[in-house]
């Protein structure tokens, strides 16, 4: 309550958190996420090291410095998909709507935290959002997420409708900025068309 008073108070809109099926018999949490914002979020050490290797070695490292309540830090991505990310490693489920809004963000994160379930959620949710306008971007993210299922789906929308990826914003940046990828996009669809 009082971490909601403070998110008022300081003129921040709250965004609800999905239930994620905590028992009355569970324990008291005995660790906090922190976001980029610097909200805390009360979770349970064991659920988030059973969901994920990476938070369970976080988990443990910090619990070595003997922290009353030990602060897991996840930040560079909103408040929001924190909290999304978080549901899904309590419910192994995500929401369309939590897709659409943060599926970019939940890739990250079950790349960066191993959460190999979500990973598959996220690159199937967006696989089925690829447009000329953001296949660019998605088929950077597969590569820096190694998602290859993700990365395939862009190359073929790449090679079907390169006239109009090719007057995008990404594309120019792509151009610009990457030419290994422009290159392996061109060679692609050279192949593709042999």
Request: aromatic share 6%; glycine share 4%.
């Amino acid at each position: 309550m009082v971490q909601l008073k403070k998110m008022l108070s300081a003129g921040r809109s709250v965004v609800e958190v999905p239930a994620i099926g905590v028992s009355v018999d569970m324990p008291e949490p005995d660790v906090c996420v922190v976001t980029s914002d610097g909200v805390r979020i009360p979770m349970h050490s064991k659920i988030l090291a059973s969901a994920s290797p990476v938070l369970e070695e976080i988990i443990e490292m910090v619990q070595n410095r003997r922290n009353r309540k030990p602060d897991i830090p996840i930040l560079g991505v909103p408040y929001g998909a924190v909290c999304a990310f978080l549901a899904f490693l309590y419910s192994a489920k995500c929401r369309d709507d939590q897709m659409e809004m943060y599926g970019v963000h939940l890739l990250a994160l079950s790349h960066v935290y191993s959460v190999s379930h979500l990973k598959q959620r996220c690159t199937r949710g967006l696989s089925d959002r690829l447009s000329t306008e953001n296949v660019v971007d998605m088929i950077q993210l597969a590569r820096l997420c190694s998602a290859p299922d993700l990365h395939i789906k862009c190359m073929k929308l790449l090679s079907t409708n390169f006239k109009a990826v090719e007057e995008t914003e990404g594309w120019k940046f792509l151009q610009d900025n990457d030419p290994y990828l422009e290159l392996e996009i061109l060679q692609f669809m050279d192949e593709d068309e042999s």
